[in-house]
T-cell receptor, first 114, second 117 residues
Framework: GNSVTQMEGPVTLSEEAFLTINCTYT??????LFWYVQYPGEGLQLLLK?????DKGSNKGFEATYRKETTSFHLEKGSVQVSDSAVYFC?????????????FGAGTRLAVHP | DAGVIQSPRHEVTEMGQEVTLRCKPI?????LFWYRQTMMRGLELLIY????????DSGMPEDRFSAKMPNASFSTLKIQPSEPRDSAVYFC???????????????FGAGSRLTVL
């Protein structure tokens, strides 16, 4: 079946450190891939997306490249800030049984310290 | 637009009581989703609607859970009777079309935190 696997958190970094959050997926066909972010006390917000192999999604300094050969969509940022502290969710959109499904990973908590 | 509006934000109830969570999607959005978030299981899709019709309810845990969408601007998620293991944050989300490669995105409400004692 379709699924998303993320690295376990929490990830704890100092400000200006480099961030990588790993995400791999299992899906039939060619899913679209997403990263969502959840700040404390809020709902999820779309951070970036990619719709086909080798596409790079980017937003707010975050980037992720759709790698079909490794079925991965790792999230990266060159220099994190305290305000980036949140939970990050990798997700895919696939079709199953004629229905569309948006499937989320378990989430990875990021804590950035000054 | 005020976004996706959920109520109540917090609910504390006793086991066996009926719980009703409410959601007002963004005006004009055709899709509405209910998710449940817990530490153990993460974010789970319970059910989604398209044009007020339930499309996929395979994530609804059991018969104690039911969801309705009587019109385009309102949906409810009901748990009857509630149990302590139902304690979670329940999110409602909406979208103009199914969240996909286009410009449309899934917009989440702030969530309803349910505690069943």
């Amino acid at each position: 079946g379709n699924s998303v696997t993320q690295m376990e958190g929490p990830v704890t970094l100092s400000e200006e450190a480099f961030l990588t959050i790993n995400c791999t997926y299992t899906a039939t066909g060619y899913p679209s891939l997403f990263w969502y972010v959840q700040y404390p006390g809020e709902g999820l917000q779309l951070l970036l997306k990619a719709t086909k192999a080798d596409d790079k999604g980017s937003n707010k300094g975050f980037e992720a490249t759709y790698r079909k050969e490794t079925t991965s969509f790792h999230l990266e940022k060159g220099s994190v800030q305290v305000s980036d502290s949140a939970v990050y969710f990798c997700a895919l959109k696939a079709s199953s049984g004629g229905y569309n499904k948006l499937i989320f990973g378990a989430g990875t908590r990021l804590a950035v310290h000054p | 637009d005020a976004g996706v509006i959920q109520s109540p934000r917090h609910e504390v109830t006793e086991m066996g009581q009926e719980v009703t969570l409410r959601c007002k999607p963004i005006s004009g959005h055709d899709y509405l989703f209910w998710y449940r978030q817990t530490m153990m299981r993460g974010l789970e899709l319970l059910i989604y609607f398209n044009n007020n019709v339930p499309i996929d309810d395979s994530g609804m845990p059991e018969d104690r859970f039911s969801a309705k969408m009587p019109n385009a601007s309102f949906s409810t998620l009901k748990i009857q009777p509630s149990e302590p293991r139902d304690s979670a944050v329940y999110f409602c989300a909406s979208s103009t079309v199914f969240p996909d490669s286009g410009a449309n995105v899934l917009t989440f409400g702030a969530g309803s935190r349910l505690t069943v004692l």
